[in-house]
Nanobody, 124 residues
C-alpha cells in the first residue's frame, strides 16, 4: 500500500517535496516511480528510482528540476520539485513495481501498486 503526500499550492519558480510511504518489509526490492495525470489525459511518466543500485531515470520535461530519492529504512520515496512551472500543475501519483525490466519503466501498466494521488498546483 502506498500513501502519497506533500502536494499543495505554490507560485511559479517555487518548490515542493512529495513523499510516498510504503507498507511492507520488501520496499528496497521495488522500483519506485512518480507519474502525473491531468484531467482527460493519459498518465505521464515523471521519474523512477530503481531498486537495484538506485539508478534514476527522468522525463525530459522535469530533468534538472526534479530529484527523486528513497530511504529504504523508512520505506519512503521522495520527489523534490524545484523551479516549478504552471505546466507542472496536476495530480501526482507514486507507483511501485518489482521484477520488471529497465526498458518498461516509463509504462504505467508495468507498475503493480499505486498511491492515491496528491494535487500540485502552480500559480503565476
Amino acid at each position: 500500500q502506498l500513501q502519497a503526500s506533500g502536494g499543495g499550492l505554490v507560485q511559479t519558480g517555487g518548490s515542493l517535496r512529495l513523499s510516498c510511504a510504503a507498507s511492507g518489509r520488501t520496499f528496497s526490492r521495488y522500483d519506485m516511480a512518480w507519474f502525473r495525470q491531468a484531467p482527460g489525459k493519459e498518465r505521464e511518466f515523471v521519474v523512477v528510482i530503481r531498486s537495484s543500485g538506485g539508478s534514476t531515470h527522468y522525463a525530459d520535461s522535469v530533468k534538472g528540476r526534479f530529484t527523486i530519492s528513497r530511504n529504504n529504512a523508512k520505506n519512503t520515496v521522495y520527489l523534490q520539485m524545484n523551479i516549478l512551472k504552471r505546466k507542472d500543475t496536476t495530480v501526482y501519483y507514486c507507483a511501485a513495481r518489482i521484477g520488471k525490466i529497465l526498458s518498461t519503466v516509463r509504462f504505467a501498466n508495468s507498475y503493480d501498486s499505486w498511491g492515491q494521488g496528491t494535487q500540485v498546483t502552480v500559480s503565476s
